[in-house]
Each structure stands twice: as C-alpha cells, then as structure tokens.
C-alpha cells in the first residue's frame, strides 16, 4: 500500500486505530532501530541521585536538552561520576519513556570533556572575588544569639517560606519581615539586592523594624535556576550588607556565589531558621540548669566555710577557760571595792571637818561690806560728776547757737545790707565780677529786686560845711 492509498484509507476511516501504548511502543521500536548506540556530548544539569541507586540527569548544550539515565549497576563503571554543570562526552542507547511520552538515552559509559562554560566563567569570577578579599573568614560578622526581628528574601510562595516560618516559630518565637522576591530568572538577582538594600535601609526605631538578621533562601534546582544567585552585583550587594547575613540557596550539594560572601551558609532554609534562632527551649533549661549549679555551688561554699570555722574553733581555747582568769579578778577587785568606798569616804569627811572649823560669817561679811562701801562712794561722786558735765555740754551749745546766729548770711540784710546775685544765682562776691549792663538781683531781709550794674559809680560831691558855730567835735577814736 504507497502512501496515497494509506492517506484514502485513513479519509475514509478503514484504517484500524492504535491504542496509546501501541503507538508509543511502536515509536520506542523505531528510535532504538533508527539509532541504536550514540556518542553525545554535552553539559551536565539536574544531577539527582535516586534512593534505589540509578543517576537521572540532562545533557545540555546551548540549543537543546535531553534526559539521561544510568542504571543502578553501571554507576560504578563510568569514566567520572557524574556532577552538575560537568561538560562530558556519553555513549548510550536512545530510547523512549512511553509513560509520558519522552525519549531519552541510557548511558553505558562517560567520560569528562572539559568544565562547561557557565563553570568557568563562574570559576574565574569567584578567583576575582577571592583576590578582593571578599571571601575572608575575617570579615564575617557573628550572627546575633537572640535576634528579635529576622528578615527573610524568597519567593513569598511555596515550601521554602513555610519551612522557615514553622521552624523560627517551634525555635524561638520573634518577629519575621518577608521581603517577597522571584528566585528564578533574569529578575530574580535584581530583586534580591534590592530587598538586601531595602533591610539595610531601614532606620533603628522606624516604623517597621530594623532586622537583626537576614536570611537568603531558596530551594534546589538545577545549574541554571540558581543561576541568578552567581550573580557578581548580587555577591558584592551581600558582602557590603550591614546586617548579618545567612545564604540558604539550594541544597547541601548547591554552591552558589553567594555562599561564600555571605557571614554563614547553610545547607537547607530549615538548618538557615536553625542558624539564625536559638531554641527557646534549651535556653530555658540551661538557665535553669545554671541556677541549679548554682545553688549547689552556694550550698557547698556554706558547707566548706562552715567545716572550716568548726575545724578553726578546735585549734581555739574555750570561752570559759579564756574568761576564768579576769572573772577571778573580777570578783577580787569587786571584794575590795566596798571597803574601798568607805575608806574614801571616811578621808574626804576628815578633810571637810578640818576645813570646816576654819569657816566663820565675818569671812563673808567683810568682803560684802567692802563692796558696799565701795557702791556708796561712787554714788556719792556720781551725781556732781554728771551736774557737771551737763552744765559744760549746756555752755557749748549756748557758744555754738551764738556762732550760728553770728554766721547766719541773713542777718546783715536785718541791719539793712544787701547781697548781689548773679542771673544765674551765684553770689558775687567782688565788684571785678560785674560787667557793665549785667542783670543781677538784689537781695534784702525783706524781699528781692533787679538790677543793672553801670558801668562805673558816679562821683560823689562832699557837702558844702556849714560855717562852725562853735569849736570843731573831737575825734572819738
């Protein structure tokens, strides 16, 4: 039958129909048949090793993929084991997966062509950063014991986020600030630096709180889904972070750039929640396990000091033995001391006896008169003392009155004298201080006028004498 005729056949709905897995097994018959055994080389990606022992994996170059397996008891046989991101040449059979309709190659053998180029341009990028220093143990901060806040960057989906979540809280129960970011793709290394600056940003006291850690989390994958976590802007935002840092990117077997900038790495995000919170629990314990150790060590101490004084009081004489000898003195002393007294007593009552006899009135009343005479001639001179002095302060202040009255300069003007002033008040005191035409005022006992001063006295004319009618009046000076 040509094609034609099969192509009628099938139009007029002769042909019988295939079932599913007659199809998918003729097409498995046809594959091995056309290709049998090939030679592929390529990068390896999606490295997992299965429980039962069998290695699935890809191959990979830079325009197709194609899955691969190596059987249980040929693992041990290959050339090299396989690893992510291993550029390597296989030999195997091509072959189909009838479940879900893939084909794929079992591997006989394998061999190492050289590391792939995402490798290596990995590999010479983490040298530019080792030589930076930016991989130094030095550098890396410590991670806070009791952390209060914790910020977390991941994709605000999936198991990652819930993992970290459940084990902070069952761990040490403390606020955690989600930063939601992809962790997959072209985006994904652009937002995390964003969300590792963001944390950084935030002020002490703000808003929202400052975080005390930050954790970096993503699940496993292959070479190229964390990819965006080798990137070297990436790396460098992360070392420069003020906030201690925890990387929990892929699995135990993932390695990432970020890894090793950042202060600790972890393996899983689980073991990264472990690293970054204490257990609440056996913090408990162990302060209660020190306040134990610690009254046991109190208890102890009191025991020594007190096996100590006991062992010191045995070294010690008794308080009675050391007391025996002052308390006998004691009541020696104690025996004497009434007989003491009285014997005291007995010399002080002689001594007033002999004094005594010597005392009579008259030594008191002598000394008494003396002083009372004494008052009485004091008195006596007192008063024509004071008469006196009085009657000396009577004529000084008569003298002084007098004196006042003699210097008062308003009693000239009482006899008819005057006193010229100046316009602005003062005295004049001589004729040379006024000028011709000055205004001045005159001044009298009973009132003032004006004046003005001329320029000079006129002339006076003596009296015509009238002839003497008798002899000339004596001189009386």
Known sequence: MTDTDSTAALEAGNAPPYSVSELAFALKRTIEDAYGYVRLRGELSKVTRHASGHVYLTIKDDRAAIDGVVWKGQVRMLGCQPEQGLEVIVTGKITTYPASSKYQIVIDSMEPAGIGALLAQLERLKAKLAAEGL??????????????????????????????????????????????????????????????DGFNAMAEGGGVPRPDVLIVARGGGSVEDLWAFNDEALARTAAASG????????????????????????????????????????????????????????????????????AAARGLPRPADVLALAQQRYDLTAGRLGAALEKNASAHERDLVRVSGRLAPGLLQRPIKVRADRAAEFAARLKPAVERRLQRAAETLTSLEKLRITLNPDGPLKRGFARVHHADGSLARSAAQLKAGEAVRLVFADGDRGALVDGEAPKRVAPARKPDSGPPQGDLF
Request: glycine share 4%.
């Open 135 to 196: 991989f130094d143990a030095s550098r890396k901060r410590p991670l806070p014991t009791s952390p209060a806040v914790i910020g977390v960057i991941t994709s605000p989906t999936g198991a990652v986020i819930r993992d970290i979540l459940h084990r902070i809280r069952d761990r040490w129960p403390c606020r955690v600030i989600v930063w939601p970011v992809v962790v997959q793709g072209d985006a994904a290394a652009g937002q995390v630096r964003a969300a590792i």
């Open 243 to 310: 906030i201690p840092l925890i990387s929990a990117v892929g699995h135990e077997t993932d390695t990432t750039l970020i890894d090793f900038v950042s202060d600790r790495r972890a393996p899983t995000p689980t073991a990264a929640a472990e690293m970054a919170t204490p257990v609440l629990a056996e913090l408990k314990a162990a302060v209660a396990d020190r306040q134990a150790r610690l009254e046991r060590a109190i208890d102890r101490m009191s025991q020594d000091r007190r096996h100590r004084l006991e």
